[in-house]
C-alpha cells in the first residue's frame, strides 16, 4: 500500500521493483489482488498491463492498519502500546517528542471529559 500511496498508481512490475527483498511477481500479483477483494486497491486495463491504485485514503488505512496491530499484540490496549513504546529498549525520546505526547493525553482526556 505504501508504494502505490507513493507512486499514486503502479503495475506489479512496479510495485516489485520497489520491494525490498526478492519477492516473486506472482506473490505481488495476488498481494494485489488481495487488497483489491478488500477493497484497498482498484486496477485499470491499460493494454495487457493492470494498474493499480489505492481506493483507501492513507490515513483511514494507516489508522485501521493500527487497530490490527494493537488487537493482534496487545490484547486491544492502548494503554500497553504507549507502556511498550515508552518503556522500551533502546528507546530514546527527547524532551520536546515527551512533551508533545504529554499535550495529546492532556488533550484526549479535554474530549473524553466532554
Not at 500500500?1 to 505481488?28: C, H, K, N
Not at 494485489?32 to 493492470?50: C, F, I, P, Q
Amino acid at each position: 500500500m505504501d508504494i502505490l500511496y507513493r507512486r499514486g498508481r503502479a503495475t506489479a512490475v512496479e510495485v516489485m521493483e520497489d520491494l525490498s527483498g526478492d519477492p516473486s511477481y506472482s506473490t505481488v500479483r495476488t498481494q494485489l489482488r488481495v487488497l483489491e477483494a478488500k477493497g484497498h486497491v482498484r486496477h485499470d486495463e491499460e493494454g495487457l498491463r493492470y494498474v493499480y491504485m489505492p481506493v483507501v485514503l492513507r490515513h483511514a488505512a494507516r489508522k485501521s492498519a493500527l487497530r490490527h496491530l494493537i488487537d493482534t499484540f496487545f490484547d486491544g490496549s492502548t494503554e500497553k502500546v504507549v507502556g511498550a513504546l515508552l518503556g522500551g529498549e533502546g528507546v530514546r525520546l527527547s524532551d520536546a517528542e515527551l512533551e508533545r505526547i504529554a499535550e495529546l493525553v492532556a488533550k484526549a482526556k479535554k474530549e473524553g471529559s466532554r
